[in-house]
């Protein structure tokens, strides 16, 4: 890694990490309060939708199963389908966690499944949470490059689409729980 890209993932992770004081369930931190003397988002910046009524039951009930938040599991489903049980990706991930078909298979749930699919993405989750010492950043590269990947980087690995993906989900995030 050349001194640019580590400046890079340096800032990048100095910002999230700078994120993590508040406690989610199960011991997990982020802080989802703007920044002391940050200048307030324009209007309707940062909004995401509340869950389709289909779909809320699914994040509660696999949330009340793994301790994580609601709010939470809608943002990784946000990110991975764009809230869509059917979405099916290029690379063979399937419904709205976009769980690979060897994951669901480990995790002992049907992926073309709505709620089976939300359950197991969020036991996934819970289990990345507990592999990378609670950092909800790590766990969210994780879920997106594969835990091989985080562990090889020694932090967030320097792929663009993984830096995104875990700044995408937590500002849903944030912009959820707000």
Known sequence: ?????????????TRILSELTG???????????????????????GTVPPAPPALAPLFQQAAAATGLSPALLQAVALTESGDNPAAVSDKGAIGLMQLMPATARALGVDP???????????????????????SLP?????????????????????????????????????????
């Open 112 to 134: 073309y499944n709505p709620a089976a699919n939300v359950l197991g993405g969020a036991r996934y989750l819970a289990g990345l949470l507990q592999q990378f010492g609670g």
């Open 138 to 178: 790590l766990a969210l590269a994780a879920y997106n490059a594969g835990p091989g990947a985080v562990e090889a980087a020694g932090g967030i690995p320097p792929f663009p689409e993984t830096e995104h993906y875990v700044t995408a989900v937590l500002d849903r995030y944030r912009a959820l729980t707000s």
């Open 23 to 45: 406690t989610l369930a199960g011991g997990f931190s982020l802080d989802l309060a703007p920044a002391p003397g940050a200048a307030p988002p324009p209007a309707g910046a």
């Open 1 to 13: 890694m050349d001194g640019i890209a580590e400046a890079a993932l340096a800032a990048l992770l």
